[in-house]
């Protein structure tokens, strides 16, 4: 079970590192260098919404637990939309710093 953590840990690093997340401007994070979580949850949930940010971050965080990419996939793209799949990348992002924050 650690092991599938560590493992999921590891996706989400890579997802974030290969997202293009660095191309939001400094601007819009709320400052220059690396974005806070707080300032990508503001960011977020300005342009998602509460409702979708609020479904998409719960269902990331259950990623470790999740074995089935396709669902996973699924459920973003029914959560999010094909317009704000961009955000994807930001929401991926925001777990992994979060997730450093707890570790």
């Given at each position: 079970?650690q092991l599938r953590e560590?493992?999921?840990?590891?996706?989400?690093?890579?997802?974030?590192?290969?997202?293009?997340?660095?191309?939001?401007?400094?601007?819009?994070?709320?400052?220059?260098?690396?974005?806070?979580?707080?300032?990508?949850?503001?960011?977020?949930?300005?342009?998602?919404?509460?409702?979708?940010?609020?479904?998409?971050?719960?269902?990331?965080?259950?990623?470790?637990?999740?074995?089935?990419?396709?669902?996973?996939?699924g459920d973003l793209q029914?959560?999010?939309?094909?317009?704000?799949?961009?955000?994807?990348?930001?929401?991926?992002?925001?777990?992994?710093?979060?997730?450093?924050?707890?570790?």
């Amino acid at each position: 079970d650690q092991l599938r953590e560590s493992a999921a840990e590891q996706d989400l690093l890579a997802a974030g590192l290969m997202s293009g997340v660095d191309e939001t401007p400094d601007e819009e994070l709320g400052g220059a260098g690396e974005p806070s979580a707080l300032a990508l949850r503001r960011v977020l949930r300005g342009h998602l919404g509460d409702a979708a940010f609020d479904e998409a971050h719960a269902r990331l965080q259950r990623v470790a637990e999740e074995e089935d990419d396709d669902a996973l996939v699924g459920d973003l793209q029914r959560i999010l939309g094909a317009h704000r799949l961009d955000k994807l990348p930001m929401m991926l992002q925001l777990i992994y710093l979060e997730e450093q924050r707890r570790g």
